[in-house]
């Protein structure tokens, strides 16, 4: 167990729908980080938000958004969903100093769009 | 999306051989780290290296940081059954961004 939990665990949709995907991160990391793992794209990194602010975009379509709020948990918002979006989606945390670059995992949401 | 090289793709062993895979990209990482993937879960950090030529080691996991900081290495001696999963590779270049680029994994079945 990482200690960064995601829900839900399994989420089914349909096509031009809106979902949001949550993540809380281990107790005393300030940095959350979404990634994106499809069987034709790998894991590929989407946002990253460091207490509160937004730090990095990497690969995030305009349809999708993300938040960090103060008790730094984490929202990633997918919108007009496409059947292509569907993929796991992992949100990942750590802490400054030293561990900065060691990024733990949650335990993803699989999002299906139908 | 940008993915790093990691070879071999898929690998079938015999329980207690030993097993090697490797990373490598085109650009400088100032960060490599190795992770395990099971069906189902999230990725698990295994080992992070910080330093160019630097030799890290977890129980029967142990990992190399090139010299070039263009690849690295991940050896698994006397392999189990529970070995078996997805490795990866991920580097992180550095500057303002933490974000890690993912190799495209290197499948592990053990045989009993």
């Known amino acids: 167990d990482s200690g960064v939990t995601q829900t839900p665990k399994h989420l089914i949709t349909a096509t031009g729908q809106r979902v949001t995907l949550r993540c809380s991160p281990r107790?005393?990391?300030?940095?959350v980080y979404w990634y994106q793992q499809s069987l034709d794209q790998g894991l590929q990194f989407l946002i990253q938000y460091y207490n509160g602010e937004e730090r990095a975009k990497g690969n995030i379509l305009e349809r999708f958004s993300a938040q960090q709020f103060p008790d730094l948990h984490s929202e990633l918002n997918l919108s007009s969903l496409e059947l292509g979006d569907s993929a796991l989606y992992f949100c990942?945390?750590?802490?400054?100093?030293?561990?900065?670059?060691?990024?733990?995992f949650g335990p993803g949401t699989r999002l299906t769009v139908l | 999306g940008q993915q790093l090289n990691q070879s071999p793709q898929s690998m079938f062993i015999q329980e207690g051989e030993d097993v090697s895979m490797n990373c490598t990209s085109s650009s400088i990482f100032n960060t490599w780290l190795w992770y395990k993937q099971e069906p189902g879960e999230g990725p698990v950090l295994l080992i992070a290296l910080y330093k160019a030529g630097e030799l890290t080691s977890n129980g029967r996991l142990t990992a190399q940081f090139g010299i070039t900081r263009k690849d690295s290495f991940l050896n698994i001696s006397a392999s189990i059954p529970s070995d078996v999963g997805i490795y990866f590779c991920a580097g992180r270049q550095g500057g303002a961004t933490n974000k890690l680029i993912f190799g495209t994994g290197t499948l592990l079945a053990v045989q009993p």
């Open positions: 990942a945390s750590s802490v400054p100093g030293r561990d900065y670059n060691e990024q733990f």
């Open positions: 107790s005393g990391d300030l940095s």
